[in-house]
C-alpha cells in the first residue's frame, strides 16, 4: 500500500497522476511567468495537479563557466512569487544543509539530488524542516538501497518522502532507464516519480548542444514508467528550450506539454484500473 504524502492540495500517491514541472533552473522573469501561466492552463485543461519546480543553483555543472542560477535569495524569491500569482506548490533542490531553512520557508518539497542522496547530513537536516522531501535515486545505486536514505529522513521524525526514478549510469556518459527499478522503489510504500527529462540526458556532451539529449525516446520512456504504476512524473519545462540556460538538450516546450500527457494519462487510468482489480477476478 502506498502511503498519501500531501503537498499542498495533491495527495501524491493517490490514483490521479501528478507532475512536476518547471524550467530546470530560475531563469528571466519571463521565463519563468510563462512556464506557470502555461502549466496552469494545462493542470486546467487536463485536470493534472501540478507541482512547479526550478533549481535556484545547479551546482552540479559540468563547467564553472555554464549558468547556475540566480542563488539562494534571489531564486527563492522568484519561486516564492511564482507560488502567490499561481498557487502553485514549489519544489527545489537544496545542495547544503544550511540552506535547509531558507527554503522550507518558501517550499513544499525540499528535493535531494542524485548525487548527493546519500548525504546523511544533508538528508536529515532537509527532513527536520518538516518539509515533503523527494529524494532523487541515485544512478550508482540499486533501487532497493533507496530505502536507506528514507530511513534517514524516518530517524529525524519525518515520513512524507517521495522517491523519484531516473536512470542508471551504464557505460560511460550513457543512462538507462531499468523498468525494474519502479517494481523494487515502489515496494518502499513510498509515492514514486518518475523524472522523464533527466533521464535522456546524456553526460559529458554540454546542455545547449542538441547531441546533450535524447528527446526521441522520450514517449517510450514515460509510457513504460506509467504502464509501471508510478505515481507522479517530473519533467522540465520551457518555453524554448533550444535557448534554456540549463539541460537545453532534454527539456520540453512547454507549449508541447499537453500533447504529450495525453497518452500517459489514457494509460495511467488504465494501470489504475487494472491494479484496483479484485484479487480473483
Not at 50 to 68: A, L
Not at 72 to 84: C, D, N, P, Q
Not at 147 to 156: D, G, L, M, Y
Not at 233 to 244: G, Y
Request: hydrophobic share 40%.
Amino acid at each position: 500500500m502506498t502511503k498519501i504524502v500531501p503537498v499542498g492540495t495533491i495527495a501524491c500517491g493517490a490514483d490521479p497522476l501528478f507532475l512536476i514541472s518547471g524550467p530546470c533552473v530560475v531563469e528571466e522573469e519571463s521565463v519563468m511567468l510563462r512556464t506557470a501561466e502555461k502549466l496552469q492552463e494545462v493542470s486546467e485543461r487536463l485536470k493534472v495537479p501540478v507541482i512547479y519546480k526550478s533549481s535556484f543553483t545547479k551546482d552540479n555543472r559540468s563547467s564553472v563557466d555554464f549558468y547556475q542560477g540566480p542563488g539562494l535569495e534571489e531564486g527563492l524569491k522568484m519561486l516564492a512569487r511564482i507560488k502567490k500569482d499561481f498557487g502553485f506548490p514549489i519544489l527545489t533542490d537544496i545542495h547544503y544543509p544550511g540552506q535547509a531553512k531558507a527554503i522550507a520557508e518558501v517550499c513544499d518539497v525540499i528535493q535531494i539530488p542524485a548525487y548527493l542522496c546519500m548525504q546523511t547530513t544533508l538528508v536529515t537536516e532537509t527532513a527536520k524542516t518538516g518539509a515533503v522531501v523527494n529524494i532523487k535515486h541515485g544512478q550508482f545505486l540499486a533501487p532497493e538501497n533507496m530505502i536507506n536514505p528514507a530511513k534517514k529522513c524516518e530517524s529525524v521524525g519525518n515520513s512524507k518522502i517521495i522517491l523519484t526514478e531516473r536512470g542508471y549510469t551504464f557505460g560511460y556518459n550513457d543512462l538507462v532507464v531499468d523498468p525494474r527499478a519502479f517494481y523494487h522503489l515502489r515496494k518502499t510504500g513510498y509515492p514514486l516519480v518518475f523524472d522523464i527529462t533527466h533521464s535522456i540526458r546524456k553526460y559529458g556532451i554540454p546542455s545547449a548542444d542538441p547531441k546533450g539529449g535524447n528527446r526521441d525516446v522520450m514517449p517510450t520512456i514515460a509510457r513504460a514508467g506509467v504502464a509501471a504504476g508510478v505515481d507522479g512524473v517530473f519533467i522540465e519545462t520551457h518555453p524554448d528550450p533550444s535557448k534554456a540556460l540549463c539541460d537545453a538538450a532534454s527539456q520540453l516546450c512547454v507549449y508541447d506539454l499537453e500533447e504529450f500527457l495525453k497518452p500517459l494519462l489514457d494509460l495511467h487510468a488504465v494501470e489504475v484500473a487494472y491494479r484496483h482489480q479484485p484479487v480473483n477476478a
